[in-house]
């Protein structure tokens, strides 16, 4: 029986550390803002750890996967021009990467303005694709699904 309940707790540790071990530096918020009739602003914003960085959408020629957005198709909204970013952009050569790249650091806000073919209430759904690095490591790229309530009261 000990040898049960020792093996148990052993497990449990090695299983409680490996999950300790996953690193999550960003925390995504999610809001809508009405700006007009019928008009919304979707605000996704990103909150990183100290020490990380997330990259743009146009981070540069020398990073294969930047920050992008894809948006599910709804008839009850129609997307209007292209995602923004709202932060303090920083351009910096990368030696690893050759090339000059473009990141955020602490806070960035990535806004789409949607127009609403109605006064129905929905949902706006989609999926933001990120990579972060720090100075030792960049992370694997990430897909993180979202989804925004817009209209009604």
């Not at 925390?27 to 007009?36: D, F, I, L, P, R």
């Not at 914003?45 to 020629?61: F, I, M, V």
């Not at 000059?100 to 990535?110: I, P």
Request: aromatic content about 10%; charged content about 25%; overall charge positive.
């Amino acid at each position: 029986m000990k040898k049960v309940l020792l093996t148990l707790v052993i497990s449990t540790g090695i299983f409680a550390m490996a999950f300790a071990q996953i690193e999550n530096p960003v925390t995504w918020s999610y809001s809508a803002k009405k700006v007009a009739d019928k008009v919304y602003e979707l605000q996704m914003t990103a909150t990183l750890s100290p020490g990380w960085h997330l990259y743009s959408q146009n981070a540069g020629e020398a990073l294969s996967d930047p920050t992008s957005f894809v948006f599910a198709n709804n008839p009850l909204f129609k997307l209007e021009n292209k995602v923004k970013e709202t932060g303090k952009l920083i351009s910096e050569y990368d030696p690893t990467m050759k090339g000059v790249l473009k990141f955020y650091k602490d806070k960035v806000t990535f806004t789409q303005r949607v127009k609403m073919k109605s006064t129905a209430p929905t949902v706006a759904k989609g999926t933001v694709t990120y990579i972060v690095c720090n100075d030792r490591k960049c992370l694997p790229p990430k897909d993180v699904d979202f989804s925004i309530k817009l209209g009604g009261k």
